[in-house]
């Protein structure tokens, strides 16, 4: 500990709040509220129960909850107690959620008995300690001191870990430092201007890229999470109308809800940040009728969420509704806190700037993971050049701005969530009766996209799509499985590979682009 | 370069700024803009420039400018050339200002036409290259490329070296990192919620901790810097008419603005930062009802201007106007993105929190000096215990918050009480007929030292020593008020702080020590 340095962590955030607004409720969950001295206090609680308990520096504490006061108080709770945080996506199938607690070597899972059943089969594994929130999780922070915790030695140690469908089938931990989670807290907070005054909506899971950083900025900031355990609309209309000031959403969230008999303008602005997907210009035009502005980021898990955002200039008020519709839309530049973006082509250089040639989006900076858990193949893989590479395919508009046109990862993008098309392919390819499939997105109004399966039979061999779909079920979270199955000789180069473009292509005859 | 580490660097700021908001306009200085695009490019062309005349790494650039689009702009030129900058206080007289210049090292002073004067000693020092702001300035930067600047190799390089007022002794000069800057820059901007649609009003000179940082925060987030040489109080009411949004200033300069006779209120709020003295809480309640709101931060040249701030739970807006003003005139808690504060004793043992006892501040986290420049014994006497001692005196309340009551040296004891000359001067100041005021300890043959009021009035207004005396034995103990008033012209420091010391050395003249 020096005058000069600190190691750069989340948890100064909520040691500040604690200290600048004790009184203040930092989390509302439904009839329980917190206010931020007793958040702090329950997270440094956490981070030494975990101690008490075994859990040694950078080890991985998995937590399987919808959104909950104890999973916004693990973001601070877990990092206190020197681990890290692998908070899991609530709708993956069981085999799933077994897989990524036995990668991320957890010895302990907090589990919302919501979730016993998507818990299932990693209860199994050797060694686990399952605490479960309600009188088990309220016992293991009597049992601890309220000491606040030791300040990390390095604010590049891990502070969580997310999970990520990538395009080799099986999902890779993408780890977050103390350092890339406090700069990803502030370029939320800058670009939405949430303050103590604001009261944001928890609408999108928190597992999702840790809130895209949001959880732990909301906290740093004084101002209050209401915490909702699915944005069902209703509820988000309630609390927009008592008061909510900002929430974040995929733009399937925002469909449905603009579209729901509740929706109404509102008398304060309230401010959107909208990604996963891109969203269209209708959409735009919709949320700013309604008194909803949206500011969209684009960006992946491997970015901690926002990596580029639709900058604003306040000229831009005045063009025609359409024309700001076309202008939000597109990915925009790198945020606040953010580094450089680019688009290059094959050999690494970067495309021209004419809106037209599309190339690969790569990313670099302080909000760029530190890597993949346990995977320095991949990692490299993915930083070849110095870059990460998303694998999505954008163009470069004179000004400089980006704007996704396509998908080079064979990865589908639904209501926000990732799917990796391998994944499916192979739950598929298990069934006794599949020879060869191919998974690919198709283009879908209120999901974005959906997968739809092309499969070959073996000879002599039957299956209906409702068996190759249910089959899939058991393997997968419902929301990875094809809507659709088509029965086909599947097209192949003269090498044999299939060539998955050619069935795009036909599923996205007349599009402008190949992403929605 | 690596895929997930940057620097932090103020330099990317610009860099994001010009390509998000290109054409938008970064600078209005008179009759002149630059836009953003513009900004950089300058910028960029000042720093290959420099290298060209043979500044190294870290040496220092000298300037003395007043506000001005080119000393904006050398906060970015001069550290894209690897160098530090080192911006003059204007107000300062020419054997000062040579001795800064001489003191720094710098090989080229950057100068403003208008402070010829001024800087005239310093012209002598041999060796030095001086260039003026105009056609000599615009042929330097014509005959560099635009080429961006190569990334700083490590964050915790100088960024700007500014020297401290110095009440006692010589001018100690404080080196400011790109690290600090960054994070302090964002301070500013997350305190204030300024983003692109915002206008900063350039009061602050920009030579006071780099204008408490805003000078790389405001151009870092696409805002419009509109420079003032001068804080006139006609030429700020009319920028505010025009749209401005934030400003910066002391409570000296908003004592004058407040009492202009073209003070009328706002039709939009007005978010004003004062800080480098405690506002008065009659001048707090003056700002609300004009519209502009203030926000307290406190801090020194040694925490990149704001270490501290009131931070402001919204329900505190419902208390009575009073306590509004009393609570945000207090010191508060760190700001956002600081470190830690606290108060100590003699010992380096933390006050009780009775909102009584009186201690030290002091200070540590990102945003606090690497150190003096050249000058190893004054920091570490100023880093010891491992926090940076203020020398500001104040006490801590239960909510933890703490509050300035003094410089030690100004603290009054009579009879064995202690009093804060500050809580006189803020009670005097309520009353409508005083302008400004200072109250310091004199000697007194039976209490040891009483306190001793120097009043200046309100042009025209009138108030009597016995008036004065009994409106502030309706607001404090009688210990605590003036034995006697003297009507005088304050006198002040170059940057405007009233000199207490000159008004104390006169009271004290003939005694060998200044306690009694």
């Known amino acids: 500990m020096s005058a000069n340095r600190d190691e750069l962590s989340p948890l100064a955030l909520l040691r500040r709040s604690a200290q600048a607004y004790p009184d203040r409720v930092a989390v509302r969950d439904g009839d329980r509220t917190l206010s931020f001295a007793a958040l702090a206090e329950r997270a440094w609680r956490l981070g030494n129960a975990l101690r008490q308990l075994g859990v040694g520096p950078e080890e991985r504490v998995a937590m399987l909850s919808l959104n909950r006061a104890e999973l916004l108080e693990a973001h601070f709770g877990v990092p206190a107690g020197r681990a890290a945080l692998c908070a899991i996506n609530t709708r993956l199938a069981p085999p799933e959620v077994r897989f990524i607690v036995g990668h991320c070597g957890a010895q302990v899972l907090l589990l919302d008995p919501e979730l016993e059943a998507a818990a299932g089969q990693a209860l199994e594994l050797p060694g686990l300690r399952v605490v479960r929130l309600g009188h088990e999780y309220e016992a ?10 030791d300040w990390p030695d390095s604010e590049d140690r ?17 780890v977050y430092t103390h350092r890339g989670a406090y700069l990803g807290a502030f370029a939320g907070l800058v670009e939405t201007h949430l303050g103590p005054e604001g009261t944001y909506l928890w609408t999108l899971p928190m597992f999702h890229c840790n809130g895209w950083c949001f959880s ?34 995929a733009p399937t969230v925002l469909i449905t809800l603009f579209a729901h008999a509740d929706a109404a303008p509102l008398d304060h602005i309230v401010t959107c940040v909208v990604g996963g997907a891109p969203p269209s210009p209708t959409l735009i035009e919709r949320g700013e009728a309604l008194g909803i502005r949206l500011t969209h980021l684009y960006g992946l898990t491997e970015t901690y969420g926002p990596a580029s955002v639709a900058a604003w200039p306040p000229e831009w008020d005045a063009l025609p509704a359409e024309e700001r ?3 939000r839309a597109r990915q925009g530049v790198p945020t606040v806190l953010g580094g450089e973006i680019d688009v290059w082509d094959a050999e690494g250089a970067p495309v021209p700037r004419d809106g037209s040639t599309m190339g690969e989006v790569v990313v670099r900076g302080n909000t760029v993971m530190a890597g993949y858990l346990d995977d320095a193949e991949a990692t490299s893989e993915a930083f070849r050049g110095g870059w990460f590479h998303s694998g999505d395919a954008a ?21 926000g969530e990732n799917i990796s098309t391998i994944e499916v392919e192979q739950a598929l390819a298990r069934h006794p009766a599949v020879l060869d499939c191919a998974v690919v997105g198709v283009p879908h109004d209120h999901w974005g996209e959906r997968p739809k399966a092309f499969v070959e039979l073996r000879p002599g061999a039957e299956a209906t799509a409702e ?12 929301f990875k499985c094809p809507d659709s199955v088509e029965y086909v000789s599947l097209p192949r180069t003269a090498t044999g590979k299939v060539q998955k473009f050619v069935l795009r292509e036909r599923e996205w005859a007349g599009r402008e682009r190949r992403v929605n």
Chains 1, 2 share one sequence.
Request: glycine share 10%; net charge positive; with cysteine.
């Open 140 to 149: 293991l922070l009597e049992s601890a001191a309220t000491t606040p915790p």
């Open 158 to 174: 891990p502070i969580s870990v997310d999970y990520t469908s990538g395009t080799t089938g099986t999902p890779k931990g993408v």
């Open 216 to 249: 732990w900025g909301v906290a740093g900031v004084g101002a209050t999470s209401v915490v909702l355990r699915r944005p069902e609309p209703a509820a988000v209309w309630r609390e927009l109308r008592a008061g909510a000031t900002h929430l974040c959403a």
């Open 325 to 327: 519709a076309v202008r």
């Open 395 to 415: 163009v470069v508009h004179p000004d400089g701005r980006i704007e996704l046109r396509d998908r080079f990862k064979d990865v589908i993008v639904s209501g």
């Open 467 to 478: 068996e190759l779909t249910a089959f899939c079920r058991e393997q997968l979270a419902g």
